[in-house]
Antibody
């Protein structure tokens, strides 16, 4: 069974940093692209970033470019999201999701349970 | 104008069919995109339902009942999700998604009420 388990969320002050992790199991992690998607409280889904299976290609939504970095360690079956210069508007539940292929341009299936990031003073 | 526009809410009766739309912004060619659909229930992550490009190129998510189906309406430049034989458990938020210019775009979501 494919499982994605996010961790690393919490309360951080504006301007602070946080690193999210997503531990994957039940599939050959190194063969699939991965993404991060967030959902602010009571709001809709917003894609944040994606990374190819090798890690050689990365993609970001405009609002996080230069602040967030997606990466992966295929030896540890783990996806990461380094978040710097955090803002109040980054407050959301962050989900990791598996793509159906080695590049990200597919559906997201499945999704993890999510980890809550709260940016507040 | 957003890239993808979904009605905020929709109501339908048990046993009836619900037709959810996802309209692409004018100038964006529906025929060039695979439309993905997700279902999200309260306090749960989204669940992948299906992807639709054409009748010969579509994909149903694992375990997703066949009463969930996708299509396109070229006249309105919209992707369509039809849920037939509505059940109370279908009450949820539904999101459409496309890959556009190497980035993901989600629609704002439609809250489906079954009553």
């Amino acid at each position: 069974e494919v499982q994605l388990v996010e961790s690393g969320g919490g309360l951080v002050q504006p301007g602070g940093s946080l690193r999210l992790s997503c531990a994957a199991s039940g599939f050959t992690f190194s063969s699939y692209a991965m993404s991060w998607v967030r959902q602010a409280p009571g709001k809709g889904l917003e894609w944040v970033s994606a990374i190819s299976s090798s890690g050689g290609s990365t993609y970001y939504t405009d609002s996080v470019k230069g602040r967030f970095t997606i990466s992966r360690d295929n030896s540890k079956n783990t996806l990461y999201l380094q978040m710097n210069s955090l803002r109040a508007e980054d407050t959301a539940v962050y989900y990791c999701a598996k793509s159906a292929g080695s590049n990200p341009f597919y559906e997201f299936d499945p999704w993890g349970q999510g980890t809550l990031v709260t940016v507040s003073s | 104008q957003p890239v993808l526009t979904q009605p905020t809410s929709l109501s339908a009766s048990p046993g009836a069919s619900a037709r959810l739309t996802c309209t692409l912004r004018s100038g964006i060619n529906l025929g060039s995109y695979r439309i993905f659909w997700y279902q999200q229930k309260p306090e749960s992550p989204p669940r992948y339902l299906l992807g639709y490009y054409s009748d010969s190129n579509k994909h149903q998510g694992s375990g997703v009942p066949s009463r969930f189906s996708g299509s396109k309406d070229a006249s309105s430049n919209a992707g369509i999700l039809v849920i037939s034989g509505l059940q109370s458990e279908d009450e949820a938020d539904y999101y459409c998604m496309i890959w556009h210019s190497s980035a993901v775009v989600f629609g704002g979501g439609t809250k489906l009420t079954v009553l």
